[in-house]
Structure formats: structure tokens, C-alpha cells
């Protein structure tokens, strides 16, 4: 396997092409940018179409026509630009139409954005985070399957390190099932036999196919993704069985403290990691299993705290849980700031894990 | 009066009942529409379907539908539809036609949806020249929500939201969107008609055939503005809209071609 040397914009765009993605529409935002550029470079060599669209309520829809009409096809954009899609990704949802969108966001603050949606009705997004590239050319591929498997928009939560940094990289197309054909794709073949397809989110179909309506339809969609929650939670444990300390971070926070987590192992100190791979659905009941034995929970991530929300719900015992993150953003407002920097995280953990543990009154 | 020697059989039964108008209708309609009595929206959206017949591009014909009282039209239209979003028609109908060049892609807006909300897509996606007819149903009021006060509201036109009638200096000035568009390099056919009287409708045909036929040859968007009657949101008898159609809108919003190749060649 030769590994080739590529911006992580580049080797996203690749995985996306290795999926079938054939459409793709973006309005230019850093840390998004990069991606777009690739995408406009490399989609025409894979004979797709690529727009650099005038706003991003505009690229969102030219995405879900192109899904619509039964394509693999995906937007992106970050933090401010995904707010004005996610009128969109809620239309997605609730038609059914699979989308796949990129978020490379400027930090970690864009956690609720992603599971909480921001759009109308009762719908969630599969989100993958991805700790490094290699994870990303992964990820993209089976959001692309996961997308068109559940009909439904889904957002790979990725950042300005996947977005620029370059490492080597093989981008292998994933060995993922067949998927049933897309029969209720708008080809427009259908029109004028007394079958033609409708897509819409209320669902009342035609005078002679009656759609199950909004109700039905709304009902369905929520069902679905009740189904989904439990069979799609993804996460990893480092050196979590027998933590005392546990560290709960997801992304590229991640990956900077799987590091430290790994310096303080290699010291004896027993702390580990718990890793969110997606954080919708949250993986939850793994959560509560790993937290059941520890002394501490320390939630470790890049904005005010938005993910602790989840942890709280989840960790066996909320008493033990204490934030280590914070708002950290570089001076142009795009980037990291100091706090994503792995000595800080390591005197932020230890900090908590020279501390006695307290065990609240009424606790065994 | 006049009177004529008819003798009348009333031995054997009548003859049937005329089916003549019946089966003029397209073949496309699945049924009846429910749309107000007076409503142009069933006329223009009959034209439209008939055209694709004519044409014969039924089978590759895929429609984007905005909101609007004709949203309810699109149950009984036997041809493939995206039910969008309010406003975003063009842009989905770009997606779908990038990825589908054979299709025939038409998008069905009424003036709050194209001009109001949707104003951004339209002009953009006629400035790229996508290959798309978008169709705009004119009445110059939110039908569907009961008579408020649109971008293409004309002067004086009294509405739930303008009461007084609409008027520059509070409500701004009307938006001819069919001439923003002719006036863009990416558009290929624009015309601007109305269904207020037979000789309207015959000529508004006419202007759909060849916007559909501009996109069948590539010439980039083609846009159909037509006037249409609402009665319901103008609070008018049904009876009176055409006449209030001619005399409130079609002055602001003269009928004819604005852009065509063929003007162009000439
Ligand atoms: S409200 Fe106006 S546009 Fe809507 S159906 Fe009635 S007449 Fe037609």
C-alpha cells in the first residue's frame, strides 16, 4: 500500500468520489474552502458536476435536487454557513432525501448545530467525527452508504486540521453492502403512466397513490430515527476498562488527548479515553458502561460545553463529571486556539487526576 | 320571439350527454382540482401540461414545485415532482438537471415564492443559464395564505397587509422579475402572459411551447410569467377577476415576449 501525500480537503474529495458521489455544491467559507476547490478540481475528471453556488441555502437545495434524482451528492460549509442550511436539512429529513454534509468547522462549537439540528420537526443528523484524515476517507464513505441506506441527511463534523493539513493517506473504497435500488428517485419516467413519484415532506402523494400524509409521514420519519439511535453509536475506548480517569473528547480534541492519554499510561497513571465517533447518534449506553468503575469523568472539548450535555445524560454518575474544555479560537476567529495543544491538555487532566475523587454523600 | 317547428320524440331516450369537454382534458389530470371558483392557477397549470403532451416529453418531464394554492394542483398532475421549499425551486431544478441533461425540468412558482423568497435562485439561476423552464403564477398575493401583500403587489392593490392599498412610500415599488431575468445574459426565452381572456390563453400556449422548446435546445433558463386571477386574496367576485386582472395588472405587467432567440436573430 503506497501512501500518497495529500491535503485532507483532497483525500476527502477522493473518498467521495471512491462513494459515487457524482454533485457537488458549496459556497466558499473557510475552513470549508479547501474542500470546494477539490471538489471543483477532481469532480469533473469522475464525470460529475461540481457549482460553487451563490449562497449556501442555494448549494444545500442544488444538492438535495441532485439526491432527488437519485444521486450520491453532497454540500458543505461551516458553523454560520450549515445555520443557513439547516432549513435544508430538515427538508431533507423529513422527505427523505439522502444528503451528505460536510462540516468543516472552525472549532468544536457547532456540536449542537450538529445533533440538536436547528431546522423544524423531528428529525436528527447522523454525525460522524472523525479524529485524523485516514478516519475521515473512511467516514466519508459510509456517510455516502448511511445517507442513501436510511434516506436521510447526515454531516461529517470535520475541522480546519482535516480540512488543510497534508499527511499520507491511501484512500481505499470501503467494502460496504449492496444497497436496494432507488426506486422512489425522480427520473421523471414515471411521469404520464398513472405512477409518477412525488418527493415531499407532507407526504399526501397523488390522487391515485394517496401518500400516507404528514402525519403518517412525520410519524415515519421519527420512527426512523428512533431505529437508527441504537444501531448506529459508534465510539472507542483507549485504555478505558481500567481508567480512574476518564477523558471524554471527540474529533481532532481526540486525537490530541488519545496522546496525552497515552504519555500519562506510559507514566502509570491510569486515565483513559472515551471517544464519541458519532455524535448523533451519541453512544450513550457504551458511556454509561465505561463510566460505571471510575473515579472521574473529565470532558475534554473545544467550546463552552455543549457535548457534556450528552455525557450528563449518560455517565453512571453525574457527580463525577467535571469539564476540562473550553472556548478556544485562534485571533482570525478560524482556527484552534492555545487550548488545543497537547501539553495543556496533559496539565489540565492531571490537575483532576491528582485530586482525591469525591464521592458524594449516599454513594457505595 | 322566435320559434321553431321541433317535434319532439318522447318515445326513445335522449341521446348522451356531450363528452366533448371531458376528454379534452390532458390525460395528465388524475382528477378535479380544488382550487377557488375563478382561480386562473387550473388554466395555466392545463397549458402547461398540454404543452408537455404536445411536445412529447412526458416521459422525461420532472417538475420542482414551490408553495402555493397550485401546490395543491401537483395531487392530481401525473408527472414526477420535488415538492421543495418555499423560494428554492430553481436551485433544486438546477441539481436535477445538471445530473439529468435528458429530463425536461420545469419549476412552478407563484410570485410570493419566486419573487419574495425565492428572488436570490431565480436571477442566479438564470445568470448561470441553467437549462431549466421555470413557470411563474402571477396574482400579485399570497393566495394560499389569504391575501397578503407580495413583492409583485401592484400600486394601490389593497391586501391584508397593505389595507390602504400598497403604496410606494410605506410598501416600495413592485418587482417586474420576467424583465430582471430577460435582462440576463444566462436566460434564453422570456415571456410574460395572462389566462384572463380566450384569446390570453391561446397566446400564453404558445409562449410555454416555446419556452419548453428553448430548453429542449439548450438555450439556457426560460422563464413563462403568467397573470393569473385570485379572486379569494383580491376580494373580488369570481365572477370580476379577469376584468380586475386587466385593468389592475396587466398595465404594470404588460403580455408579451420579452426575449426570445428568434428576437434575437432578428
Ligand atoms: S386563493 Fe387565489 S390563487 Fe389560491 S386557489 Fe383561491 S383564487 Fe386561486
Known amino acids: 500500500m503506497t501512501l500518497e501525500l495529500l491535503q485532507g480537503s483532497v483525500a476527502i474529495t477522493r473518498a467521495a468520489l471512491a462513494a459515487d458521489c457524482r454533485f457537488f455544491a458549496g459556497y466558499p467559507m473557510s475552513p470549508f474552502t479547501p474542500l470546494l476547490e477539490a471538489m471543483s478540481r477532481e469532480m469533473a475528471g469522475a464525470g460529475g458536476v461540481c457549482i460553487n453556488a451563490e449562497s449556501e441555502i442555494e448549494g444545500a437545495n442544488m444538492a438535495l435536487g441532485a439526491s432527488a434524482a437519485g444521486f450520491r451528492s453532497a454540500t458543505g460549509s461551516c458553523g454560520q454557513g450549515i445555520a443557513l442550511m439547516q432549513e435544508t436539512i430538515a427538508e431533507a429529513a423529513l422527505n427523505e432525501t439522502p444528503l451528505v454534509v460536510f462540516n468543516m468547522a472552525r472549532n468544536q462549537q457547532d456540536y449542537y448545530q450538529c445533533t440538536r ?4 420537526g423531528d428529525y436528527r443528523t447522523i454525525t460522524l467525527a472523525p479524529k485524523d484524515i485516514t478516519e475521515a476517507v473512511e467516514h466519508t464513505q459510509l456517510l455516502f452508504h448511511l445517507a442513501d441506506k436510511y434516506r436521510a441527511p447526515v454531516i461529517l463534523y470535520g475541522d480546519d486540521l482535516l480540512s488543510k493539513t497534508q499527511v499520507g493517506v491511501h484512500v481505499a473504497p470501503l467494502d460496504l453492502p449492496e444497497l436496494p435500488a432507488k426506486d422512489w428517485a425522480l427520473d421523471g419516467s414515471a411521469s404520464g403512466t398513472g405512477k409518477s413519484r412525488q418527493v415531499w415532506t407532507f407526504a399526501m402523494g397523488k390522487k391515485n397513490d394517496p401518500g400516507p400524509g404528514p ?18 453509536a459508534r465510539h472507542e475506548g483507549i485504555h478505558a476498562d481500567d481508567a480512574e480517569t476518564l477523558v471524554v473528547a471527540f474529533g481532532s480534541a481526540a486525537k490530541f488527548a488519545e496522546y496525552v492519554v497515552e504519555e500519562l499510561r506510559g507514566e502509570g497513571h491510569r486515565v483513559g479515553l472515551f471517544r464519541p465517533i458519532t455524535l448523533w447518534p451519541f453512544p450513550g449506553a457504551a458511556l454509561a458502561r465505561a463510566t460505571r468503575d471510575v473515579k472521574r469523568v473529565l470532558v475534554f472539548e473545544l467550546n463552552a460545553g455543549q457535548m457534556i450535555d450528552d455525557v450528563r445524560q449518560w455517565a453512571h454518575d453525574r457527580d463525577t463529571i467535571r469539564f476540562i474544555g473550553g472556548v478556544s479560537i485562534d485571533e482570525h ?10 501539553p495543556v491538555i496533559r496539565e489540565r487532566i492531571l490537575a483532576e487526576h491528582a485530586e482525591p475523587a469525591v464521592v458524594p454523600a449516599g454513594r457505595s | 320571439m322566435a320559434t321553431t ?3 319532439i320524440d318522447t318515445r326513445t331516450a335522449p341521446p348522451p350527454p356531450s363528452t366533448k369537454a371531458a376528454s379534452a382534458a390532458p390525460s395528465l389530470i388524475l382528477g378535479e382540482h380544488q382550487l377557488c371558483p375563478g382561480c386562473g392557477e387550473p388554466v395555466a397549470l392545463r397549458l402547461l401540461l398540454e404543452t408537455l403532451q404536445d411536445l412529447g416529453v412526458v416521459d422525461r418531464s420532472i417538475g420542482v414545485v414551490g408553495h402555493g394554492c397550485y401546490g395543491s394542483f401537483v395531487r392530481i398532475m401525473d408527472i414526477d415532482v420535488l415538492q421543495c421549499l418555499h423560494g428554492r425551486a430553481p436551485s433544486c431544478a438546477t441539481g436535477i438537471k445538471r445530473m439529468r441533461p435528458e429530463s425536461v425540468v420545469f419549476t412552478l412558482q407563484g410570485d410570493g415564492d419566486m419573487v419574495n423568497e425565492g428572488l436570490q435562485e431565480i436571477l442566479h439561476s438564470a445568470a448561470r443559464g441553467e437549462n431549466i423552464t421555470c413557470i411563474l403564477l402571477n396574482n400579485g398575493v399570497f393566495g394560499d395564505t389569504g391575501g397578503q401583500q407580495t413583492a409583485t403587489t401592484v400600486l394601490g392593490q389593497r391586501t391584508k397587509t397593505s389595507l390602504e392599498g400598497r403604496n410606494p412610500e410605506q410598501h416600495g415599488y413592485p418587482i417586474p422579475i420576467a424583465d ?51 379572486p379569494t386574496g383580491w376580494f373580488v367576485p369570481a365572477a370580476e377577476g379577469a376584468d380586475y386582472q386587466g385593468a389592475s395588472m396587466e ?7 420579452l426575449k426570445s432567440q428568434e428576437n434575437e436573430r432578428a
Open chain 1, 215 to 232: 402525519d403518517g409521514q412525520w410519524k415515519r420519519v421519527a420512527a426512523k430515527f428512533a431505529e437508527i439511535e441504537p444501531v448506529e
Open chain 2, 5 to 7: 317547428d321541433i317535434t
Open chain 2, 251 to 257: 398595465p404594470v405587467y404588460p403580455i408579451g415576449e
Open chain 2, 180 to 230: 430582471l431575468v430577460a435582462s440576463l445574459q444566462g436566460s434564453g426565452y422570456v415571456a410574460r402572459g395572462a389566462v384572463s381572456t380566450p384569446g390570453a390563453v391561446a397566446k400564453t400556449k404558445r409562449m410555454i411551447k416555446r419556452a419548453v422548446q428553448s430548453q429542449l435546445d439548450g438555450h439556457g433558463l426560460s422563464l413563462v410569467e403568467i397573470l393569473t386571477m385570485c
Open chain 1, 117 to 120: 439540528g436547528g431546522g423544524w
Open chain 1, 333 to 342: 476567529g478560524l482556527a484552534y486556539g492555545p487550548l488545543l495543544d497537547a
